[in-house]
Protein backbone atom coordinates (compact mmCIF):
# COMPACT_ATOMS: atom_id res chain seq x y z
CA UNK A 1 0.00 0.00 0.00
CA UNK A 2 2.94 2.28 1.13
CA UNK A 3 4.02 1.98 -2.65
CA UNK A 4 1.32 2.65 -3.70
CA UNK A 5 0.82 6.11 -2.15
CA UNK A 6 4.24 6.81 -3.41
CA UNK A 7 3.63 6.02 -6.72
CA UNK A 8 0.47 8.81 -6.68
CA UNK A 9 2.95 11.44 -5.04
CA UNK A 10 5.40 10.68 -7.63
CA UNK A 11 3.23 10.66 -10.51
CA UNK A 12 1.58 13.64 -9.64
CA UNK A 13 4.57 15.71 -9.62
CA UNK A 14 6.03 13.94 -12.75
CA UNK A 15 3.01 14.61 -14.70
CA UNK A 16 3.98 18.54 -13.72
CA UNK A 17 7.21 18.36 -14.45
CA UNK A 18 6.45 17.21 -18.14
CA UNK A 19 3.36 19.21 -18.92
CA UNK A 20 5.64 22.43 -17.53
CA UNK A 21 8.12 21.58 -20.00
CA UNK A 22 5.81 22.18 -22.82
CA UNK A 23 4.10 25.37 -21.72
CA UNK A 24 3.70 28.96 -23.45
CA UNK A 25 3.44 32.26 -21.20
CA UNK A 26 0.45 33.77 -22.46
CA UNK A 27 0.28 37.58 -23.02
CA UNK A 28 -1.55 39.06 -20.09
CA UNK A 29 -2.73 42.48 -19.09
CA UNK A 30 -4.64 42.22 -16.41
CA UNK A 31 -2.41 39.98 -13.66
CA UNK A 32 -5.27 40.42 -11.06
CA UNK A 33 -7.17 38.32 -12.86
CA UNK A 34 -5.17 35.78 -14.48
CA UNK A 35 -4.25 34.25 -11.46
CA UNK A 36 -7.91 34.46 -10.27
CA UNK A 37 -7.93 32.15 -13.71
CA UNK A 38 -4.97 30.19 -12.46
CA UNK A 39 -6.51 29.32 -8.84
CA UNK A 40 -9.64 28.10 -10.76
CA UNK A 41 -7.41 25.85 -13.14
CA UNK A 42 -5.05 24.36 -10.49
CA UNK A 43 -8.55 23.28 -8.34
CA UNK A 44 -9.87 21.56 -11.38
CA UNK A 45 -6.53 19.69 -11.92
CA UNK A 46 -6.71 19.15 -8.10
CA UNK A 47 -10.22 17.28 -8.59
CA UNK A 48 -9.50 15.84 -11.79
CA UNK A 49 -6.46 14.00 -9.56
CA UNK A 50 -8.87 12.73 -7.14
CA UNK A 51 -11.28 11.40 -9.65
CA UNK A 52 -9.35 9.76 -11.97
CA UNK A 53 -6.96 8.01 -9.24
CA UNK A 54 -9.97 7.10 -6.98
CA UNK A 55 -11.55 5.95 -10.21
CA UNK A 56 -9.36 3.33 -11.22
CA UNK A 57 -8.75 2.22 -7.02
CA UNK A 58 -12.66 1.55 -7.16
CA UNK A 59 -12.61 -0.29 -10.48
CA UNK A 60 -9.36 -2.32 -8.68
CA UNK A 61 -11.13 -3.24 -5.51
CA UNK A 62 -13.96 -4.25 -7.63
CA UNK A 63 -12.30 -6.46 -9.38
CA UNK A 64 -10.69 -8.00 -6.23
CA UNK A 65 -12.87 -7.89 -3.94
CA UNK A 66 -16.67 -6.95 -5.57
CA UNK A 67 -18.96 -4.17 -5.94
CA UNK A 68 -19.31 -3.95 -2.10
CA UNK A 69 -16.25 -3.51 -1.55
CA UNK A 70 -15.35 -0.95 -4.74
CA UNK A 71 -18.31 1.40 -2.65
CA UNK A 72 -15.73 1.82 0.27
CA UNK A 73 -13.47 3.61 -2.34
CA UNK A 74 -16.25 6.24 -3.17
CA UNK A 75 -17.22 6.86 0.71
CA UNK A 76 -13.68 7.51 1.31
CA UNK A 77 -12.72 10.02 -2.06
CA UNK A 78 -11.48 13.33 -0.65
CA UNK A 79 -14.71 16.15 -0.84
CA UNK A 80 -13.41 18.78 -3.54
CA UNK A 81 -12.77 22.02 -1.72
CA UNK A 82 -12.51 25.65 -2.37
CA UNK A 83 -8.48 26.48 -1.14
CA UNK A 84 -6.65 29.95 -1.16
CA UNK A 85 -4.25 29.25 -3.66
CA UNK A 86 -0.41 29.92 -2.80
CA UNK A 87 1.42 32.26 -4.67
CA UNK A 88 5.25 32.23 -5.29
CA UNK A 89 4.50 36.26 -3.80
CA UNK A 90 6.97 35.24 -0.86
CA UNK A 91 9.96 34.12 -2.54
CA UNK A 92 9.89 36.96 -5.38
CA UNK A 93 11.13 40.54 -5.31
CA UNK A 94 7.85 42.64 -4.61
CA UNK A 95 9.01 44.75 -7.70
CA UNK A 96 8.76 41.80 -10.14
CA UNK A 97 5.72 40.50 -11.42
CA UNK A 98 6.50 36.64 -11.96
CA UNK A 99 5.67 34.61 -14.98
CA UNK A 100 2.37 33.49 -15.10
CA UNK A 101 3.83 29.99 -15.86
CA UNK A 102 5.58 29.91 -12.88
CA UNK A 103 2.76 30.90 -10.68
CA UNK A 104 1.11 27.90 -12.36
CA UNK A 105 4.01 25.94 -11.28
CA UNK A 106 4.17 26.72 -7.32
CA UNK A 107 0.53 26.82 -6.83
CA UNK A 108 0.11 23.09 -8.95
CA UNK A 109 2.75 21.78 -6.72
CA UNK A 110 1.61 22.80 -3.61
CA UNK A 111 -2.26 22.02 -4.30
CA UNK A 112 -0.65 18.69 -6.12
CA UNK A 113 1.11 17.91 -2.90
CA UNK A 114 -1.85 18.30 -0.50
CA UNK A 115 -3.97 16.61 -2.77
CA UNK A 116 -2.07 13.57 -2.92
CA UNK A 117 -1.79 13.27 1.06
CA UNK A 118 -5.26 12.82 1.42
CA UNK A 119 -5.43 10.61 -1.71
CA UNK A 120 -3.28 8.21 0.94
CA UNK A 121 -5.70 9.28 3.83
CA UNK A 122 -8.32 7.52 1.33
CA UNK A 123 -6.22 4.57 0.77
CA UNK A 124 -5.33 3.45 4.18
CA UNK A 125 -9.38 4.34 5.02
CA UNK A 126 -10.05 1.79 2.14
CA UNK A 127 -7.44 -0.91 3.15
CA UNK A 128 -8.48 -0.77 6.81
CA UNK A 129 -11.61 -2.09 5.68
CA UNK A 130 -10.70 -4.90 2.97
CA UNK A 131 -11.72 -8.42 3.74
CA UNK A 132 -8.77 -9.15 7.09
CA UNK A 133 -8.36 -12.95 5.38
CA UNK A 134 -7.45 -11.59 1.73
CA UNK A 135 -4.36 -9.57 3.19
CA UNK A 136 -2.02 -11.10 -0.14
CA UNK A 137 -4.59 -10.03 -2.42
CA UNK A 138 -4.65 -6.25 -1.53
CA UNK A 139 -1.05 -6.36 -0.83
CA UNK A 140 -0.74 -7.65 -5.15
CA UNK A 141 -3.23 -5.50 -5.86
CA UNK A 142 -1.97 -2.60 -4.61
CA UNK A 143 1.79 -3.58 -6.71
CA UNK A 144 -0.17 -3.32 -9.60
CA UNK A 145 -1.75 -0.11 -9.12
CA UNK A 146 1.13 1.20 -7.98
CA UNK A 147 3.38 -0.23 -11.37
CA UNK A 148 0.40 1.45 -13.07
CA UNK A 149 1.03 4.70 -11.78
CA UNK A 150 4.39 4.44 -13.10
CA UNK A 151 3.37 4.99 -16.77
CA UNK A 152 0.29 7.55 -16.15
CA UNK A 153 0.32 10.50 -18.27
CA UNK A 154 -2.99 11.42 -18.25
CA UNK A 155 -2.47 14.01 -16.00
CA UNK A 156 0.08 15.89 -17.63
CA UNK A 157 -2.10 15.79 -20.74
CA UNK A 158 -4.84 16.67 -18.62
CA UNK A 159 -2.76 19.72 -16.99
CA UNK A 160 -1.88 20.76 -20.85
CA UNK A 161 -5.24 20.79 -21.94
CA UNK A 162 -6.45 23.11 -19.10
CA UNK A 163 -3.42 25.68 -19.38
CA UNK A 164 -4.44 26.13 -22.95
CA UNK A 165 -7.81 26.91 -21.95
CA UNK A 166 -6.63 28.94 -19.42
CA UNK A 167 -4.16 31.02 -21.68
CA UNK A 168 -7.25 31.90 -24.20
CA UNK A 169 -9.47 32.89 -21.32
CA UNK A 170 -6.28 35.13 -19.88
CA UNK A 171 -5.83 36.37 -23.69
CA UNK A 172 -9.85 36.63 -24.34
CA UNK A 173 -9.48 34.46 -27.06
CA UNK A 174 -10.95 31.24 -28.82
CA UNK A 175 -10.74 27.97 -26.28
CA UNK A 176 -8.45 25.77 -28.64
CA UNK A 177 -9.79 22.54 -30.28
CA UNK A 178 -10.18 19.51 -27.77
CA UNK A 179 -10.34 15.95 -29.52
CA UNK A 180 -11.30 13.92 -26.69
CA UNK A 181 -15.24 14.56 -26.13
CA UNK A 182 -14.91 13.97 -21.73
CA UNK A 183 -12.19 16.29 -22.16
CA UNK A 184 -13.69 18.90 -24.29
CA UNK A 185 -17.16 18.56 -22.10
CA UNK A 186 -15.59 19.86 -18.94
CA UNK A 187 -13.04 22.35 -20.76
CA UNK A 188 -15.96 23.49 -22.23
CA UNK A 189 -17.84 24.15 -19.25
CA UNK A 190 -14.60 25.66 -17.27
CA UNK A 191 -14.27 27.96 -19.43
CA UNK A 192 -17.55 29.56 -19.21
CA UNK A 193 -17.28 29.41 -15.26
CA UNK A 194 -14.00 31.74 -16.11
CA UNK A 195 -15.76 33.80 -17.99
CA UNK A 196 -14.64 32.89 -21.28
CA UNK A 197 -17.45 30.81 -23.25
CA UNK A 198 -16.38 28.91 -26.16
CA UNK A 199 -17.65 29.41 -29.91
CA UNK A 200 -21.76 29.76 -29.97
CA UNK A 201 -23.45 27.39 -32.16
CA UNK A 202 -24.28 29.75 -34.52
CA UNK A 203 -20.45 30.78 -35.51
CA UNK A 204 -19.39 27.27 -35.23
CA UNK A 205 -22.19 25.36 -36.42
CA UNK A 206 -20.02 23.49 -39.23
CA UNK A 207 -17.85 22.41 -36.56
CA UNK A 208 -20.47 21.08 -34.11
CA UNK A 209 -19.58 17.11 -35.39
CA UNK A 210 -16.35 16.43 -32.78
CA UNK A 211 -14.82 20.21 -32.34
CA UNK A 212 -17.06 21.91 -29.25
CA UNK A 213 -19.65 20.14 -27.13
CA UNK A 214 -23.02 22.57 -27.48
CA UNK A 215 -23.81 23.68 -24.12
CA UNK A 216 -27.05 25.06 -23.68
Request: hydrophobic residues 45%; charged residues 25%.
Amino acid sequence: MRDYQDAIAAMFERSIHDALATLPEPACERPAEARRIIGLLVETIAGYAVGSTMRELARAVGTWFGAESAALVHAAAPAPRARRATTCDEWLEPTIEPRLIDVLASELRARLAITAIEIGTAIEAVAARLPGERGRAAAAMFGELARAAHYDDRLAREIATGWSCACAAIEHTTMPAIETPRARELWCMWSQLVGNPPPSESRQGALREGYIALVS
